[in-house]
Each structure stands twice: as C-alpha cells, then as structure tokens.
C-alpha cells in the first residue's frame, strides 16, 4: 500500500471517529442518548441496505463472538457469502466487518466513507433525533459493504445491550441470546432482570429466538417477552442437548442432540462454555435451513471443526497493513 493509500485510510477512520464514540465513553441506555430513530433515517437515506438480506441478530453477556465465528465459518463452507459485523476490534479497525472471514479491505473502507459523507451531514444537521455517533456511523458503513458484496446472510452482534443499540434496526431472521451476567451495569442496569430486558429488546415478531442457559431472572424476562412478541423461544440446555466425548489440549468433541438431528462435532476451542455455544451455533443453522438455507449436516460439522478463534482471527487474514 503506498502513503498516499494510508493516508487515505487514516483520513476516513478519523472522520469515523470525529463523531460521539459511546465505546469509549459510555452514556446511560436511554432513548435521550440511542435513538433508533436517527439510524433509520440515515439507512433510509442509503437505501436501506440492512434490509438487504437475511439476518441473524446476536446478543448476549459472554459466548457473541464465539457463536456468530462458527455460523459464518459454517455458512461459508455450505458455499454462502456470510456478513459479519462485530465489536468493538481487538487489534485493527477492519476486523469488525468481514465476508467469509477476510476484512473488509482499506480501500472499501475509504470509498464507503466518502459515499457516508453527505448522507451522514444531512441526517446531522436536521439532528432531528439527535447527532449520529461513531459506532451508528460505522453500522451504517457495515450494511454498506454488505450490500455492495452481495452477501447471502449477514450476522449480526449488538455493540452493547440490545434494545436501543445501533444494530437494531434489523428484521432478523434469528435472535440470538448468549449467556447473561452483569456487566456495564451504569449503562445497562444493576440486576440480571433490568439487563436482560435490555438485551431481550432485539426480540421482533416473525424471527426465532435461540437462548443459550440463563439464570432464572433471565430467562423469565426472554420468555415473557417471546409471548408478548408471538416469537417461538428454543431453549440451548433444554430443547437442544449435548454429551462431551473427548477433549485435549488443541479441541474438544461432542455429540449433539439438535432440533433436526444429531451431529458429532469437533471444535478447536476449549472450555465447556464451547460446547454451549456450539450447540448454540448449530441451532441457528437448523433455524436457517427451516428458512430456506441448503446446509448439510457434514458442512456444519466441517465449518464447526474449521472455526477460528475470534481473537486470534487476525492472524490468519491475508492483509497487507491495518490503522489504529
């Protein structure tokens, strides 16, 4: 990459980050601070392109990376193009968005913020509902890139909480709910109840709502709100089971008991929380096959064992030079 390309580079991550950045300096979770609305009117701009295909929403406390890593790695080897959008970045600005496992190149990065550009100032000078903020800017450019790659599912994890976060202006095909324990409890609340309605907002009728074990608190706030949305629930632990095989020091095997069938998995990542998260995984895939997805239980097997680590990712991308 010559300098003039970096410099480039660095010129649109600093417009990105010229606007309120909630991830370094978080405000409480209240519609005075996140509202949905100002996002909606930005995409309406942009021609609505989280609406261009389907979508897997993930929230939770623990567990977000590690599901949506193995859903992609499964999609891409059944042959799809998979989105995914995650936050915030470990290393390089550029793992947050990704198709199949590659980063999105700086040089999309560099041609999606110019496009950003006047629609962002128009959206910002009404400031009808307030001003937009970094991460809002950068979901924004992740549909973008989605779109104009042409993705066949996008996959989707909430920056934090859920109910008012920048994502959720998708129409999801599947809900994801991870693991919930306290965590930011100045933004999202101080009991497991008050957090789990915040993560529970991402709940719409007409999706399938997957939730890995939770605590009692918890999963009273997801089913109440899965009644009150119509929204079938899957209980990970309960509607799908598992039984550990064998384990080493590089992967772990299991045999899982799935909505559709059972499958004999290996994955490269160690702990049991794993294997919820695999079983976690696999009951999204299954929920996607019901939608219309041509995934075979060998290439979930194969995108299981083929899982990367999301944070060690990095290392395996064929990537020429990251900025901040």
């Known amino acids: 990459m010559t300098r003039l390309e970096n410099d480039r580079f660095q010129q649109a991550l600093d417009y990105i980050y010229s606007f309120i950045d909630y991830e370094t300096e978080p405000r409480p979770r209240d519609p005075v601070h996140y509202d949905l609305r100002r996002m909606d009117e930005l995409l309406a701009r942009l021609n609505n392109p989280h609406l261009n295909t389907s979508t897997i929403h993930i929230t939770g406390t623990k567990g977000k990376g590690s599901v949506a890593a193995m859903i992609t790695s499964s999609f891409a080897v059944a042959g799809y193009k998979a989105g995914l959008y995650t936050s915030p970045h470990l290393h390089v600005f550029n793992e947050r968005i990704r198709v199949n496992e590659r980063y999105i190149p700086d040089e999309d990065v560099i041609s999606l913020v110019e496009k950003l550009k006047p629609e962002v100032q ?3 000078n009404k400031a009808t509902y307030g001003t937009l903020t970094t991460f809002e800017v950068i979901t924004a450019l992740g549909f973008c890139y989605f779109r104009q790659e042409g993705v066949d599912v996008q996959v989707v994890e909430v920056g934090l909480g859920g109910r008012l976060d920048a994502t959720n202006i998708v129409r999801p095909k599947v809900c994801i709910i991870t693991s919930i324990s306290l965590e930011h409890t100045d933004v999202l609340g101080n ?12 709940i719409k009728p007409g999706s399938v709502v997957i939730s890995s074990p939770q605590t009692d608190e918890a999963i009273k706030v997801i089913e109440r709100t899965c009644r009150d949305c119509n929204t079938p629930l899957i209980k990970v632990g309960e509607d799908v089971t598992w039984e550990n095989l064998d384990c080493d020091s ?10 559709n069938g059972k499958y004999e998995l290996s994955i490269p990542l160690l702990g049991q929380y794993q294997v919820e998260n695999a079983a976690v995984a696999v009951t ?21 064992e083929k899982v990367i680590q999301p944070d060690m990712a990095n290392f395996f991308m064929d990537r020429r030079s990251y900025h901040r």
């Open 122 to 124: 128009k959206v910002n």
């Open 191 to 202: 009991t497991l109840t008050e957090i789990a309605v915040e993560k529970s907002g991402i």
């Open 250 to 259: 590089r992967r772990q095997s299991f045999s899982l008991n799935g909505r």
């Open 284 to 304: 999204a895939l299954e929920c996607m096959v019901e939608r219309g997805f041509s995934i075979s239980g060998e290439q979930i097997k194969e995108g299981m």
